[in-house]
């Protein structure tokens, strides 16, 4: 049987590797199981949690984990932001796109979010700051969508989802506009059968950078992204959405929920309590 | 009627501005015509041409014009290039694609380039120094073919048509590689009813760049590429293939002919004689 695993965190209970002790809680990639043997020489991101009182343990998962860095790699440095940029972010309450449009509006943007519920863009608005926020499944012309919010254009589009939305952007985008290629989790970009991106021409004449990226390059400012972030959230300034499932035994439906968008911000599975 | 304009030099017969004497040579926007009525002021490439004995008049159309800029420009300024980097150019044959080709090899990299004719293919590799080309038209398929030359992938590829092929090497590209986006002129980039972009999806995980760009970006180094151009051609360095028309009656045929491929090297229209 294949086992499973995600980013997720654990209490030691042993270890032969004098960096990790007994009572430690470390993150790290980590299987689907209550008790999960990890080598440190393979888990190359296995990294101790230095636990505070002011922040929900689960917080590492998401705003201090992988995602929440995935966001302040992939602002900070692929999308270039200066003070005044519009920005655009893509699944914008998920567990990736919640820290980029804070954090974008902390830089002094103009941040708009599409999200797949009517819900879900009432907690851009609300609760994460977004300037405007709109619900993709209602627009009958995502091109129409996004000249309504950005009738000057898009200095930055942060792309979570591929296929039709990015294909609208493209269109929208500023001279010398930058898109991070985060993830492209849109049926489309998933299916053979799609219908592909049709105007990456514009990135001629509009002079754009498309960039893909990972946050395990940028591992050398983790600390930082750490302590920035932390901070932000300890001030007040970040907030942080999560959805969390109960035992294991959900896993697999909280999974599957992802794809069509049933979560709402970043998804966690709780397989024991702290 | 509408006027038609293109690329060209022309001689100086009379100016009320000073920097353009009866009898110059200039280069930029000139009209399909035989007297053309310029504007210094809205025609920003307007310049001067240094005649040199060693260089033919023509050259300052390609080689040393706006094609020949376009390659130097985006090959080292979007392109990033390392000795020993794996290169791919389509339209290797062309006004811009000759030239990118050759500052690759003299950069020390590894160059392979696709065009559409065996007549072309050869000159890519008799004259142009390629290390190998192909010719798409008989290949059933692109990715394969590029899996052929580019076994351990692509660092750089210089674009100059989109479509199948831009698909086709964002397949084989390696980790980091970049991609210069300068012309999509195959048909179906410029087809609406065309397929699309399909393997974008490839730049996440191997974190590629696609940018974009235009030479008139890039004019503070134009001094510098027309000093080391004209010197590796004096070197015997690069050379440079020219299609030349005779007269302006053969200028929407020669236009046209660019579309399939007809000319063989950069087309030039000769409407008078020096």
């Not at 998962?61 to 995935?70: K, N, Q, R």
Request: charged residues 25%.
């Amino acid at each position: 049987m294949q086992r499973i695993e995600g980013f997720g965190l654990a209490r030691v209970i042993d270890s032969d590797d004098t960096n990790y002790k007994p009572g430690d809680i470390v993150s790290g990639i980590i299987g689907w199981e209550e008790y999960s043997l990890l080598r440190s020489s393979d888990n190359l991101q296995l990294r101790n949690i230095q636990l505070d009182d002011d922040i929900p343990l689960s917080y590492h998962l998401g705003l201090l984990g992988m995602a929440g860095f995935t966001a302040y790699a992939g602002f900070n440095e692929i999308c270039c932001p200066k003070k005044g940029d519009s920005v655009f972010v893509s699944a914008a309450c998920g567990a990736v796109g919640q820290l980029v449009g804070q954090l974008a509006k902390l830089h002094g943007c103009y941040v708009v979010g599409s999200a797949g519920s009517k819900q879900k863009v009432e907690i851009l608005k609300n609760e994460l700051g977004y300037d405007e926020a709109f619900n993709y499944k209602e627009e009958a012309d995502l091109d129409t969508a996004l000249k309504r919010y950005f009738p000057e254009g898009i200095d930055i589009y942060f792309d979570n989802v591929g296929g039709s939305m990015l294909d609208a952007a493209l269109l929208n985008m500023k001279v010398r506009g930058r898109i991070a290629l985060c993830g492209m989790v849109s049926l489309q970009s998933l299916s053979t059968s799609s219908q592909g991106i049709k105007n990456l021409y514009s990135a001629i004449y509009k002079r754009l950078r498309l960039e893909g990226f990972l946050q395990s390059d940028y591992l050398h400012i983790f600390p930082q992204f750490l302590e920035n972030v932390k901070r932000y959230y300890k001030e007040g300034k970040i907030v942080y959405v999560e959805d969390i499932s109960e035992g294991l035994d959900l896993a697999p439906a909280a999974l599957v929920g992802l794809f069509s968008g049933k979560n709402i911000g970043k998804q966690v599975v709780r397989v024991a309590k702290e």
